[in-house]
């Protein structure tokens, strides 16, 4: 999942569609992109579970996943852990100073 967020151009379509679902013309319409990269690009989060598709019509309209979402969220939340873990450690034993 990291791995598709890591294109610029992956993590502006990604942005976009957090702001709620839009078609391939939608989100070309925003990017300096044409509709077949776009396509391309959504290929790639799709496969990554972090977007998902919707038929309307003619046309595919694409949101997030939550199910990735919750994914790339607890791989996180485990370094978060970790960090406040360290933090509160520091905080009750704090190194010595030299004298």
């Known amino acids: 999942m990291l791995d598709a967020l890591g294109d610029p151009t992956r993590r502006a379509v990604f942005e976009l569609l957090a702001a709620g679902p839009r078609s391939v ?4 319409a925003d990017l300096p992109v044409s509709r077949p990269a776009v396509s391309q690009h959504l290929k790639v989060l799709k496969e990554a579970a972090l ?8 046309r ?4 997030l996943d ?3 979402l919750a994914a790339v969220r607890g791989y996180f939340e485990q370094f978060w852990q970790q960090a406040l ?13 030299d004298q």
């Open 25 to 28: 013309a939608e989100i070309a």
């Open 51 to 58: 977007v998902s598709s919707t038929a309307v019509g003619t």
């Open 60 to 63: 595919r309209v694409y949101t």
């Open 66 to 68: 939550p199910r990735g």
């Open 85 to 97: 873990a360290a933090f509160a450690d520091a905080v009750e034993n704090p190194p010595e100073e």
